[in-house]
């Protein structure tokens, strides 16, 4: 399949790449093109950015979660009839797991997709320096892959002096700069930028940014550079299992609820499941006939006020979990299963209580980053799952984070104990891709099927 694309990297966080990312796809989808986009990596709120932009949802890609084929196949799968796909690095473009590695790093999907990279690079405080830092981005792997440059924070009138010493200097094409933006900045807040619906006038501000890219970027040049991208050769992943019958499962989906990897929701539906969203912010109810629970991530903290006041939700979430109904909840969904959590406010408020204990605020990241699952009791009706990758990223603590899995860090000798996992649950802080071990998603489906057959009894 052939795919127009290019990523996105920098040589460090901060330095401009979402900004830029939303602010090209804008720029492409003013000239009507079909724009595709991804993020390296798990995180969840660069995507909504993303699809705030191009009006349609953007996708992770994720090495560590998949395999390389799998990657591949999801990249082709989520830029079908797309123009041209944009990718969005993470991190330093070589930074990856366990800080020493680069697994899973920009430059592994790089690799693993074989896409063109575009370097972006802040240039404030350097000049001639500039050549120095990216020839070696560039030469530090002899397949970098990393085929131009974009200088965020360059004088429009240094930059044609630079360009020219630049591309003299490295051999790679300056594809333009990006100017001080100020009042185009996306603020930022503990789990990274704030959502998208929190800015205001992010609609204008977007706009005013791709006009001025338009300006100052080569886009016909790096429309080039995509369509120069080699052909991704990736099949389907067999998917054995599938249901007879279709189930319903409630997704939890509002302002304190909004961490969802679309493949995720893919994969359940095609494994037979019907997603039915519903809000326990605002919805009175659960929806009827359900035959199981999602509650993902977000920010529960934020929202506490409104998600205690709503106690006919939080007595049908209970209730529910009583009656036997299955349940996957991760990160902020776990943290709302608990009698108390204590919000961004200092104060304690009342949630589902469908784990006993309270859930609490730190000053600090709680074991960040990526891991390894191993269940050590039948969970789901499932004896054996197999490795789960997953990830973990939450100032959020517990009083009773479970101890039915081990979590061990990779290329490292670290693990705890962490998730409640029952016959009907599976609860706890790590956040799971679904494409990353297919067994968590089957195991949920069948007791969710099961527990549909004993309802209509």
């Known amino acids: 399949m052939r795919i127009p694309r290019i990523l996105l990297a920098a040589g460090a966080s901060g330095s401009g790449k979402t900004l830029i990312t939303c602010g090209l796809l804008q720029a492409l989808v003013n000239r009507n093109l079909t724009v595709a986009s991804f993020k390296c990596g798990p995180d969840y709120i660069d995507p909504m950015f993303h699809s705030r932009v191009i009006g349609a949802k953007s996708a992770n890609l994720d090495t560590f979660f998949t395999s390389p084929e799998v990657t591949r196949y999801l990249l082709s799968e989520n830029a079908a009839n797309c123009e041209i796909a944009v990718m969005e690095g993470v991190m330093g473009y070589y930074d990856g797991v366990a800080g020493t590695t680069t697994q899973a790093s920009a430059y592994d999907l790089a690799s693993v997709t074989d896409t063109p990279v575009i370097l972006i690079v802040n240039s404030k405080g350097m000049s001639v320096s500039l050549a120095a830092y990216i020839k070696g981005f560039a ?11 974009i200088l965020n924070q360059m004088s429009p009138m240094l930059y044609p002096r630079m360009k020219e010493l630049l591309e003299k200097e490295t051999g790679l094409s300056v594809l333009g700069y990006v100017p001080k933006v100020e009042d185009c900045v996306i603020e930022s807040r503990h789990l990274g930028l704030v959502l998208p619906d929190e800015i205001p006038q992010l609609r204008e501000r977007l706009q005013k940014l791709a006009k ?60 037979g499941a019907e997603l039915v969203s519903f809000s326990p912010m605002h919805d009175a109810h659960l929806p009827n006939d359900l035959q199981g629970l999602i509650l993902g991530g977000g920010y529960p903290e934020l929202n506490a006020r409104e998600l205690e006041a709503n106690a006919s939700m939080r007595e049908d979430v209970r209730r529910a979990l009583n009656d036997g109904m299955p349940c996957l909840a991760e990160c902020g969904g776990f943290m709302y299963l608990h009698d108390e959590m204590e919000a961004m406010d200092g104060n304690s408020y009342h949630m589902a209580g469908g784990i006993s204990g309270r859930a609490y605020r730190t000053q600090r990241l709680n074991r960040f980053g990526y891991v390894t699952l191993t269940q050590k009791k039948e969970v789901l009706r499932m004896n054996d799952m197999g490795g789960i990758p997953a990830h973990e990223f939450h100032y959020f603590d517990s009083e009773n984070c479970g101890d039915d899995f081990d979590a061990k860090k990779p290329a490292s000798h670290r693990k705890w104990n962490c998730i409640h996992g029952t016959d009907t649950m599976m609860a706890g802080f790590p956040h799971l ?25």
């Open 212 to 271: 001025i890219l338009e300006d100052t970027l080569e886009i016909d040049e790096i429309l080039k550079l995509a369509a120069d991208a080699s052909e991704v050769q990736a099949a389907e992943p067999q998917i054995s299992f599938h249901l007879d019958k279709t189930v319903r499962i409630g997704v939890a989906e509002d302002e304190a609820f909004c961490f969802y990897y679309k493949d995720n929701f893919r994969l359940l539906e095609k494994m």
């Open 433 to 457: 891709y679904f494409y990353g071990n297919p067994k968590v998603p089957e195991a949920f489906l069948r007791k969710c099927s099961q527990y549909g057959r004993q309802d209509a009894r």
């Open 139 to 149: 030469e530090y792997r002899k397949d970098s892959h990393i085929k131009g440059v």
